[in-house]
């Protein structure tokens, strides 16, 4: 298994990275024979076949870089100190941490509505194993997209890619309104600028989406590291609903999922433009 999967254009044309970091389908064997959950439960929280609808990023000047690692197994849209002694033996908790109390740490010790992941507790060696492998590989590319982007235009605007479960947005949407399909998470506006953000809400509503922001989700690790809007670094996290190209019991593609990726082929295409306000020349060697 690999770290992950990094996807260059022939020649970057716009300070927009996108990244994908639930969408790791590439389960090791060793890790199936520890957990107590069936192949289909452990794959509930994956942001399943998110990579494959930005995967026109490149097409439009864009880089993609989408992990291999599942987010059972370790997430990268956590810190790496976020280490839950619930599950990793040897591990101490520093402060209350929400995300590790409710068993979605690094190394995370549940899957979707709570169901426990292996039997008793791991390592802290295979846990720290596995950030070494995975977490800090991914971390450094991303990184360096992001620095890439920003000394050849100027800025950089990180696209976080993931989806959301059709009963998140039902339990926060009023009786007789319409349901978001696609929520940004800017972290109330720490992550990004706000003509940024305007500007990705813009992409999705031209593709006929309904678009909500920061409720319920506004934004985790990566867009709290990355975002440094005062630096013109932007992130922004992109959540959209899974019911509308899968089938989530499944996890497997709708009928309508290729219908939905060239929708967003559209959208990619949009969000690239954003970033195509200037390249920096560069100095001649």
Same mark, same amino acid.
């Given at each position: 298994?690999?770290?992950?999967? +990094? ?9 927009? $990275? ?17 957990? $107590? +959950? ?10 399943? &076949? ?17 992990? /291999? ?27 209350? #941490? ?5 068993? +979605?740490?690094?190394?995370?010790? $549940?899957?979707? #509505?709570?169901? *426990? =992941? ?6 802290? *060696? ?5 950030? *070494? ?7 450094? @590319? ?11 235009? %100027?800025?950089?605007?990180?696209? /976080? @890619? ?20 696609? $929520? ?29 922001? #920061?409720?319920? &989700? ?8 990355? %975002? ?11 959540? =959209? ?15 309508? &999922?290729?219908?939905?990726?060239? +929708?967003?082929?559209?959208?990619? *295409?949009?969000?690239?433009?954003? %970033? ?10």
């Amino acid at each position: 298994m690999c770290a992950y999967r +990094l996807f260059r254009p022939d020649r970057l044309s716009t300070s927009v $990275v996108f990244s994908s970091p639930h969408s790791g389908r590439d389960y090791p064997w060793s890790f199936l024979r520890q957990t $107590v +959950l069936d192949e289909r439960a452990i794959r509930s929280s994956e942001d399943a &076949f998110v990579d494959m609808l930005f995967a026109d990023a490149p097409a439009h000047g864009a880089p993609l870089i989408a992990a /291999d690692a599942p987010r059972a197994y370790v997430d990268l849209n956590r810190a790496a100190e976020e280490l839950d002694p619930a599950v990793i033996d040897g591990a101490r908790l520093a402060g209350h #941490n929400p995300r590790i109390s409710s068993g +979605l740490g690094v190394i995370p010790r $549940v899957v979707a #509505n709570g169901r *426990a =992941i292996y039997h008793g507790k791991i390592g802290l *060696a295979e846990a720290e194993a596995r950030i *070494a492998s995975y977490w800090r590989p991914y971390h450094d @590319c991303l990184q360096a997209l992001m620095n890439e982007a920003q000394v050849r235009f %100027g800025e950089a605007i990180l696209i /976080d @890619c993931h989806s959301m479960p059709r009963e998140a947005i039902e339990s926060i949407s009023p009786a007789g309104r319409r349901r978001p399909d696609v $929520v940004l998470g800017d972290r109330f506006g720490a992550s990004a600028a706000a003509d940024v953000v305007d500007r990705i809400e813009g992409a999705f509503a031209a593709a006929g989406l309904r678009v909500g922001r #920061n409720a319920p &989700f506004a934004g985790a690790y990566i867009t709290q590291r990355y %975002g440094r809007p005062a630096r013109r670094m932007h992130a922004v996290q992109v959540e =959209i609903d899974r019911s509308l190209y899968m089938d989530e019991t499944e996890v497997s593609p709708s009928q309508g &999922f290729e219908a939905f990726r060239r +929708l967003m082929a559209s959208v990619v *295409a949009d969000l690239a433009e954003i %970033g195509r306000a200037g390249e920096v020349p560069l100095a001649a060697e």
